[in-house]
């Protein structure tokens, strides 16, 4: 299957990209080829797909259930009480929720930590997106807990091999307060045996560095350090509360850190995140949304906005987080720490792109598209999306979308009536 993409603006010129399989193959103008399908670049800018590296999808079946509150009374009252009655078919339908929202908005690819994993890999291969699900673990300091997190990641890792290429197995113990030194040293043995990422939630509030100071006698990322679990597997969500050193120290053992500006600011966790130091200490950061319960949408164009406003905003620096960095940081950075051959539009990378729609007041005039992108616009910009060479969104409809929204509001009012 080939897909040539004629007179789309990339890099400010107008370029025409040919598509054979599930790679880019030819990129520049008039290209003298032919394809079984070709799509009118018109009008339109050719971006890479963006690349969501954390978020819970099925959390869809949430949005706007448990609003302004702070994370922990959110946690213990309203959210974990509530996924204990998910189901796999609430899991499966809320994915494919998120799924659409992703399409809808230019994503490609997503880094996932939730229940049930495999009814959202079913829900991912279904769509056509490119996904590495985290298998969560939980053992609440409780030794038996423990033991069946580890039963649960064997048999869930042996289940995994049955996934299609575009879609990876992970390990995403949840925190540092709900999973205990022994497990997370066993998971981090289990994904370095099996070269697989680790995903965990780490440094979100100043009361999590307080408690673990209180608890471990060290602040998180010294108590990661103590355990010997830093490492380039680890990928690490929100990161907010951070000193110099514990900067170095991610540095040091090629951590990667996930920025997630929304939930961080509607939990009011902290806005002061270091981008600026991590960056130039040589830490990859990639840009996340979080799950809608805490973010409310899946909106990856939105996250750079406010990932630039913030960090302008709390530095008093209109310098900081320049719009080209957004985008790096929401695909370059993404598909580095995912490990992808994707985040940019050139021969041989993953065809994993998306094509604005310019004929709109956010892109006129257009002095600067990436400016336009994360400043003025938002997902619904995105009219077609491309995916390991499929086109899974054209004309800003996607297939079965009806469907998919009416399922996945009655298996919320459901699961809340349960």
Not at 137 to 162: C, L
Not at 196 to 219: D, M, Y
Not at 243 to 270: C, F, Q, T, Y
């Amino acid at each position: 299957m080939s897909i040539l993409i004629k007179g789309a603006l990339l890099r400010g010129e107008v370029t025409d990209i040919l598509i054979e399989g599930k790679y880019i193959r030819e990129v520049g103008p008039s290209l003298a080829v032919t394809a079984d399908s070709c799509l009118d670049g018109t009008g339109k800018a050719v971006i890479p797909g963006f690349v969501n590296t954390h978020t819970h999808a099925a959390m869809t079946l949430f949005r706007g259930f448990a609003d302004d509150m702070p994370l922990m009374p959110w946690l213990v009252e309203k959210i974990w009480p509530n996924e204990a009655k998910l189901t796999n078919e609430d899991v499966y339908w809320g994915s494919r929720l998120a799924c659409l929202e992703m399409i809808k908005t230019g994503t490609t690819t997503f880094l996932d930590m939730y229940h049930k994993h495999q009814s959202t890999a079913l829900a991912v291969e279904e769509m056509g997106l490119r996904a590495t699900l985290c298998a969560v673990a939980f053992d609440h300091f409780q030794p038996e807990k423990a033991e069946k997190a580890k039963a649960y990641i064997r048999k869930s890792f042996d289940d995994s091999m049955g996934y299609s290429k575009r879609i990876r197995y992970a390990l995403g113990p949840h925190a540092i307060y709900t999973v205990s030194g022994e497990l997370l040293q066993w998971l981090d043995e289990f994904a370095n045996e099996n070269q697989l990422p680790l995903h965990l939630h780490l440094s979100e509030t100043a009361t999590e560095v307080e408690n673990s100071i209180r608890q471990f006698g060290l602040s998180p990322v010294r108590y990661l350090y103590k355990l010997g679990i830093l490492s380039p597997r680890l990928i690490l969500a929100h990161a907010i509360w951070l000193d110099s050193d514990e900067i170095r120290m991610l540095a040091d053992h090629g951590v990667k850190v996930v920025h997630n500006p929304l939930s961080n600011m509607k939990l009011a966790s902290g806005m002061e995140f270091k981008y600026n130091e991590m960056r130039d200490a040589g830490v990859v950061v990639g840009l996340g949304t979080d799950g809608c319960a805490s973010s409310n949408n899946l909106d990856m164009v939105e996250a750079m906005k406010f990932a630039s406003l913030l960090g302008k905003s709390w530095r008093k620096d209109p310098e900081a987080m320049p719009a080209g960095e957004m985008v790096r940081m929401a695909t370059a950075n993404g598909a580095q720490i995912l490990g992808l051959n994707a985040g940019e539009i050139k021969p041989g990378t993953l065809a994993d792109l998306s094509l604005i729609n310019l004929k709109s007041p956010a892109f006129t005039p257009n002095f600067n598209l990436e400016s336009n992108l994360v400043y003025a616009a938002n997902g619904s910009c995105i009219d077609t999306v491309i995916c390991d060479g499929k086109i899974l969104m054209q004309d800003a409809r996607v297939a079965g979308e009806e469907e998919i929204l009416e399922k996945a509001a009655a298996v919320a009012y459901d699961l809340m009536k349960r």
